[in-house]
Each structure stands twice: as C-alpha cells, then as structure tokens.
C-alpha cells in the first residue's frame, strides 16, 4: 500500500503538471523517464527518489518544497487552515479556477483577488 506522503507528492506533481498545460509525455521527456513512470509517481505506486523530485521540480518550475506542501502537521491539522479542503488540488473545479485566474493580466487579477477577499470576509 503506497505511503500517503507518496501519494501526496504524486497528486502535486499531476495538479503542478496539469497547471502548466504539460502532458506526462513531455514530463517524461524532460526529465529522461518514460511517461509510464510518470503515471506510476503521481498515482503513489512508486516512491519519487530525491534526485528524480529535485528534476520534476526543475521541469515543473517550482521548488522541491512545493510538493511537500499542505501535509499534514503534527496536530492533525492542515497548514492550509480548516476552512480549506484537505485536498483542494483533487478539485477539477478550483485546479480550472486557478488556471483561469492566472491567465488574467496581472493588473485586473490584483483587483480579482481584493474582491475574492472582500466577499471572503464577507461569508
């Protein structure tokens, strides 16, 4: 049975992999893997070596510490907070919004997020 951390670093790297609009073949390319192996680390069924995650990351445009993020603390709690899913990258739904959002100019997405954090405070 694979490991939750495993399963964890998988899910981040298929959501980080699906943001950036790359498919698992180019991943696989990029990092000199087949795409296969690829499937295998995001679904958890194989374990991710340091060396391997520190090239994904290179791949992905993102710090080695991005897929560790949102793991469970020693509490139980998520550092994300309670008010945010436990697993809010399995959610098509919020992985279109995010995508969405960032493909707005920057200047009108800085005025997206102050109302998304008005209407927030106002909930």
Not at 45 to 71: H, K, P, Q, T, Y
Not at 76 to 84: D, I, L, P, Q, T
Request: proline fraction near 3%; charged fraction near 30%; aromatic fraction near 8%.
């Amino acid at each position: 049975m694979p490991h939750p951390v495993d399963i964890h670093v998988g899910k981040r790297i298929r959501h980080r992999r699906w943001l950036v609009g790359m498919t698992q073949q180019q991943l696989a390319e990029s990092v000199g893997i087949k795409f296969q192996q690829i499937q295998k680390y995001e679904t958890g069924a194989n374990r991710v070596s340091a060396s391997r995650l520190w090239d994904i990351a290179d791949a992905l445009d993102v710090d080695v510490s991005f897929f560790f993020e949102g793991l469970e603390t020693d509490s139980g709690k998520s550092e994300a907070g309670e008010k945010v899913p436990a697993d809010l990258l399995g959610d098509k739904e919020a992985l279109d919004l995010v995508r969405s959002y960032y493909a707005i100019p920057e200047n009108q997405r800085r005025r997206l997020f102050d109302l998304a954090r008005v209407l927030s405070d106002v909930a």
